[in-house]
């Protein structure tokens, strides 16, 4: 019960697995790999964001940091934009419910009506006194997804760089280092 969800299907799906939840947060992570050898993986492995080869989730919390959502790794290269668009996470939360995004994910707020997003600053000028209050107030709001996603990568499993040859036991070591900061919230 403290796992997160890989997928969701529908907005039914959401509301039922997780009816406490009054407003999301998405974010994305990514954490280092061992440099891939063959040249073709180094160069869709390389995240020019972090200047090394990663692998990158999503992550979806809730108000009380608790992970709902946790996406499959996918390869540092790809957008955190790219990522939600394909993973068509965002299509499964109910409008009711404000999503509270960075500015990793612009465009998103043109695609639905509950987003929320910081302004971001016109070429050659500069922010409002009241755009860069607003700016505030939402990242006041959205820092509780670095939070939890800090309290993740507190598992040393789930951060240092992955250099085995498993396929996808990145992938599982994010998952159980999410169940694990669940598990804390819900026993503190």
């Excluded at 969701?8 to 009816?19: D, H, K, M, Y």
């Excluded at 954490?31 to 964001?49: A, C, F, L, N």
């Excluded at 309290?151 to 280092?177: E, V």
Aim: glycine share 4%.
């Amino acid at each position: 019960m403290v796992l997160p969800e890989r997928k969701l299907e529908s907005i039914e799906e959401f509301v039922a697995r997780f009816p406490y939840a009054k407003e999301v947060m998405i974010d994305g992570t990514e954490r280092p790999i061992q440099r891939p050898k063959d040249k073709d993986k180094q160069k869709s492995h390389y995240s020019g964001k972090k200047k090394r080869h990663t692998r990158k989730h999503l992550v979806i919390t809730d108000q009380d940091k608790r992970v709902l959502v946790l996406s499959e790794a996918r390869v540092g290269k790809v957008h955190d934009k790219k990522q939600l668009d394909e993973a068509k996470l965002v299509d499964c939360i109910p409008d009711e419910i404000p999503i509270h995004v960075d500015l990793g994910f612009q465009g998103l707020q043109k695609e639905f009506v509950n987003i929320k997003i910081p302004d971001k600053k016109p070429r050659g000028k500069e922010l409002t006194e009241e755009q860069k209050q607003s700016n505030r107030e939402k990242s006041s709001e959205r820092v509780k997804c670095e939070h939890t996603i800090s309290g993740i990568k507190r598992y040393k499993a789930a951060t240092a760089i992955y250099r085995n040859r498993i396929s996808n036991l990145d992938d599982r070591f994010m998952l159980a280092a999410a169940g694990l900061w669940n598990f804390y919230l819900i026993a503190a």
